[in-house]
């Protein structure tokens, strides 16, 4: 399968079996459109008017050269691997643990209910939050590194707890020859020096919710009597950032339909002084007033365009960023499973709630039709396991196609369940995003590379 785009001034085309990336001339992209479909005197006949016959048969010829390398045209080797995916033997490797179904915000979109799921109140006790962590040990197998994520609600509104439980996975991880990566997610109402000193201790990354410019923050991400966050937390996720030397962490927004020149709302965090950031768009019910539609596609399809073309510039000056969606690694890349199959949720990866549930994610929190068990009993609905198991790009007729699917492993099960009653369909509006910002990040690795050989260049002359 191949994908040819043009973006920013290049030709690109992407082999999407073998991964490789191409940035051709016209000529060459004009060839590569009529190859498979033509042989060579039929692409000879209808290139003839626009470029020297004797070009296009040399052309003609690296192109299959590359064919036979297996970086043109290459054959399908993943479709066989997943033959007997619910047979495949998972281990548990990472865990969000739910530590407060509560929040001291309202933001307008939260699928959390403002941290309530479902109308349930609760703080997450030790005894859980223990016995989470020794069940997912217990689940891990021979995997040494293991992923635990504080969330919410606010877990800071639970903060005792998620010290002495990072305590007890320390002493644990000694004792089992485990290593436990912890991250916080927070909206950073409760910040204070205490809980930064430990955070950039323990935590090997912090996420902190931002939703941008102040009026688009203060709108969307409010107290519950209406006051803005922004002016309140702002400060304090500067001054966390600076202490973790702009690294390891993620100041993280949603865009709405409110705010779909959401570029400048990045713009605003580069221009803050973060340097790690991402910016998602909100999944609503499409009756919300601020959800996405699909007339609103071509106006975020030009934003991500124009972020890029920023994302570009700002690194010309040395004052570059790194955006979430725009970092892909095209030289190795996920492992052959996680081209596939994608998060794990329900398998790898699992979600906690205050009282020991287990979900395939946070996003199913209180959907019963998704109970798995408890970190108590373990996992006793193997039926749902084993559906999640299957969800993989080739059990998706939408993906099978797409260009973009090694990169996004067939998308969000959540967001398929939402829109479609299913985890094995796709959100049309995220897939259409998702394939643009596949097309930028692939740009931007092939502007990079173009700056760094005329630097080159310029430094043998």
Not at 17 to 45: C, P, R, T
Not at 126 to 136: F, Q, T
Not at 230 to 244: G, H, M, Q, T, W
Not at 310 to 316: I, V
């Amino acid at each position: 399968m191949i994908h040819q785009y043009k973006n920013n001034g290049y030709n690109i085309v992407l082999d999407v079996n073998s991964g490789s990336v191409h940035v051709v001339d016209d000529m060459v992209y004009d060839i590569i459109e009529l190859y498979e479909k033509n042989d060579l005197e039929q692409i000879v006949k209808a290139l003839s008017d626009k470029y020297p016959e004797k070009d296009i048969r040399e052309a003609a010829g690296e192109i299959e050269e590359l064919k036979a390398a297996g970086q043109l045209f290459s054959e399908d080797v993943y479709k066989d691997v997943v033959i007997d995916f619910k047979k495949r033997q998972t281990v548990v490797k990472a865990m969000c643990l739910h530590i407060a179904h509560d929040c001291n915000l309202a933001c307008k979109y939260c699928f959390a209910e403002e941290g309530e799921y479902h109308g349930r109140r609760a703080l997450m006790s030790l005894e859980v939050g223990k016995r989470a962590l020794d069940y997912l040990i217990e689940q891990s197998g021979n995997r040494t590194n293991l992923e635990v994520d504080f969330f919410g609600g606010e877990p800071l509104m639970n903060w005792e707890v998620v010290k002495e439980l990072v305590k007890y996975g320390r002493q644990r991880e000694k004792e089992c020859n485990k290593n436990f990566r912890f991250t916080l997610t927070t909206n950073g109402v409760l910040l204070n020096d205490e809980v930064m000193d430990f955070v950039n201790k323990e935590m090997s990354n912090v996420v902190m919710s931002l939703d941008g410019r102040k009026e688009v923050n203060d709108r969307m991400r409010p107290f519950r009597n209406g006051q803005g966050s922004y002016d309140l937390i702002v400060p304090k996720f500067k001054k966390l950032a600076e202490s973790r030397n702009q690294t390891n962490y993620y100041i993280r927004g949603t865009f709405t339909r409110n705010n779909l020149d959401f570029s400048n709302d990045i713009i605003e965090y580069a221009d803050l002084g973060f340097k790690q950031m991402s910016i998602e768009p909100v999944v609503a019910d499409p009756d919300e007033p601020y959800a996405l539609r699909e007339e609103d596609i071509p106006k975020i399809l030009e934003e991500y365009d124009k972020l890029a073309q920023e994302y570009l510039r700002r690194k010309k000056e040395g004052k570059g960023f790194n955006f979430f969606h725009f970092m892909i690694d095209l030289n190795q890349g996920p492992c052959v499973y996680k081209r596939l199959s994608g998060c794990g949720s329900g398998t790898e990866y699992l979600a906690v709630t205050p009282w020991g549930d287990l979900y395939p994610c946070h996003q199913f929190v209180g959907n019963e039709d998704f109970l798995l068990g408890n970190v108590f009993d373990g996992i006793t609905n193997t039926k749902v396991r084993d559906e999640f198991k299957l969800c993989n790009v080739y059990a998706k007729d939408k993906c099978k196609d797409c260009f973009a699917k090694f990169y996004c492993s067939g998308g969000c099960a959540a967001n398929s369940y939402q829109f479609h009653g299913n985890i094995t369909d796709a959100y049309d509006i995220g897939c259409e995003m998702e394939r643009k910002r596949v097309e930028c990040a692939i740009m931007i690795k092939a502007a990079l590379a173009d700056e760094n050989y005329l630097e080159k260049e310029k430094e043998e002359k």
